[in-house]
T-cell receptor, first 117, second 111 residues
Framework: GAVVSQHPSRVICKSGTSVKIECRSL??????MFWYRQFPKQSLMLMAT?????????EQGVEKDKFLINHASLTLSTLTVTSAHPEDSSFYIC?????????????FGDGTRLSIL | GESVGLHLPTLSVQEGDNSIINCAYS??????FIWYKQESGKGPQFIID?????DKRQGQRVTVLLNKTVKHLSLQIAATQPGDSAVYFC??????????FGGGTRLMVKP
């Protein structure tokens, strides 16, 4: 089955640090990847849609200069949390759908737990 | 709109019993619905899906029911096992393959 890999799984860093999270589709190509954020005991909230070769589309209220997204290939999207602060601490999850198979469900990575001290 | 809860409702069942988890969705134009299972510290795992032109779909030990009239989705798990303990989310798909997640339900299975 389709596998999505996220790295790193956990990050602990000081306030002001920029953190990059990678999302890879391991056995399929993904034109589109999605980035979600999940706070404890809450649901997943879509942050942005990452499109290969073009700019990401951000949801309302998500700062594009704060959360930089790059989707340089059909198998890799990155999310960079710039100048992270404690309020950015959260569980970040990516997902991807197989290119040309829009009727298939999104497959999710195992998330990245970001803790800003 | 989304359904985001600050407190996850919990369903507690005895091992071997059947579980029913409910979800209300918001967009009558959604054409595809998915149930995901999320274990602690992991990403959502696909369980079963259903298209809007169907009202029931069965998988292995799981059944999804869709009632478009009242915009309601349910997940039935037969013979619930301890390994089924997790948080379950429904999701509806809209244009651009975007998913909107429901608030989630925590399933606890008592041995």
């Amino acid at each position: 089955g389709a596998v999505v890999s996220q790295h790193p799984s956990r990050v602990i860093c000081k306030s002001g640090t920029s953190v990059k999270i990678e999302c890879r589709s391991l056995d399929f190509q993904a034109t589109t990847m999605f980035w979600y954020r999940q706070f404890p005991k809450q649901s997943l909230m879509l942050m942005a849609t990452s499109n290969e070769g073009s700019k990401a589309t951000y949801e309302q209220g998500v700062e594009k200069d704060k959360f930089l997204i790059n989707h340089a290939s059909l198998t890799l999207s990155t999310l960079t949390v710039t100048s992270a602060h404690p309020e950015d601490s959260s569980f970040y999850i990516c997902s991807a759908s197989q290119q040309g198979y829009s009727n298939q469900p999104q497959h999710f990575g195992d998330g990245t737990r970001l803790s800003i001290l | 709109g989304e359904s985001v809860g600050l407190h996850l409702p919990t369903l507690s069942v005895q091992e071997g019993d059947n579980s029913i988890i409910n979800c209300a969705y918001s967009n009558s134009a959604s054409d595809y619905f998915i149930w995901y299972k999320q274990e602690s510290g992991k990403g959502p795992q696909f369980i079963i899906d259903i298209r809007s032109n169907m009202d029931k779909r069965q998988g292995q030990r799981v059944t999804v029911l869709l009632n478009k009239t009242v915009k309601h989705l349910s997940l039935q798990i037969a013979a619930t096992q301890p390994g089924d303990s997790a948080v379950y989310f429904c999701a509806e798909r809209s244009a651009g393959n975007m998913l909107t997640f429901g608030g989630g339900t925590r399933l606890m299975v008592k041995p």
